[in-house]
């Protein structure tokens, strides 16, 4: 699935230093076929996608035409003020960076996304 690692090494790839967001569906819409790579799965210390562990786009494959992965990046540092907000006990509520809420999109916020979170708390 993509994630938060792989979006971190395709803008450092493109000579960014943040990810603003990053978008489980095609970005914009469809996109033209085949794809380039599938199955991306970054662990952060790469210097570029195609020393991820990844599969070779070929025509078995079922990866539709909205199923590019997206990423927006920048060189705008954010303060990164982690807080929780809406739960009923400390250390439960949602998700807010700098005084924003964190969205997840198609499933991609799981049990290691939480944990980074609770660490940082």
């Known amino acids: 699935k993509w994630d938060m690692l792989d979006a ?7 000579g ?3 990810v603003q967001h990053i ?7 469809s996109v033209e076929l085949p794809y380039s ?7 952060g210390d790469e210097t570029s996608l195609a020393d991820c562990i990844h599969l ?3 025509d078995s ?18 303060g990164n003020n982690l807080t929780l907000i809406g739960g009923t006990a400390p250390g439960e509520g949602n998700v807010y960076i ?3 809420p964190l969205c997840h999109k198609y499933g991609g916020w799981d049990w290691r996304d939480a944990d980074v979170v609770c660490r940082e708390l």
């Open 8 to 14: 971190n090494v395709t803008c450092q790839q493109m």
């Open 16 to 18: 960014f230093e943040h």
């Open 23 to 29: 978008i489980g569906k095609s970005f914009g819409g």
């Open 37 to 43: 790579m599938i199955e991306v799965e970054c662990v």
């Open 56 to 58: 070779h786009a070929n």
């Open 61 to 78: 494959y079922n990866c539709q035409d909205r199923n590019a992965a997206g990423v927006e990046c920048s060189n705008i540092t954010k």
């Open 98 to 100: 700098d005084g924003a």
